[in-house]
Nanobody, 126 residues
């Protein structure tokens, strides 16, 4: 069964950094594009970044471009999101998800397989 477990969140001051991890099980991660999403309190879930199956294509929402970096290790079935220069508006629960396709549509996967994981909370506050 397709499952994701997100980790690495926490409380950080503005300007700080965090590295989120997404562990996948139940399928061959290397076949599919993977995206990171986030949901802030009172807001809809939104796409943040997407990486193609091979990792040669990465895309970012304008709000995080230049600050976040997505990467993957298919051998370890892991996808990462390095977040630098964090801002209070980055506060949200972060989720990862895989597409059934190998490519991204901009900074989001074209669709999503399986259910959402529990996510990992990121809080940026002084």
């Amino acid at each position: 069964q397709l499952q994701f477990v997100e980790s690495g969140g926490g409380l950080v001051q503005p300007g700080g950094s965090l590295r989120l991890s997404c562990a996948a099980s139940g399928f061959t991660l290397g076949y599919y594009a993977v995206g990171w999403f986030r949901q802030a309190p009172g807001k809809e879930r939104e796409g943040v970044s997407c990486i193609s199956k091979s990792g040669d294509s990465t895309n970012y929402a304008d709000s995080v471009k230049g600050r976040f970096t997505i990467s993957r290790d298919n051998a370890k079935k892991m996808v990462y999101l390095q977040m630098n220069s964090l801002k209070p508006e980055d506060t949200a629960i972060y989720y990862c998800a895989a597409s059934s396709r190998y490519y991204c549509l901009g900074y989001v996967p074209p669709d999503r397989q399986g259910s959402w994981g529990q996510g990992t909370q990121v809080t940026v506050s002084s």
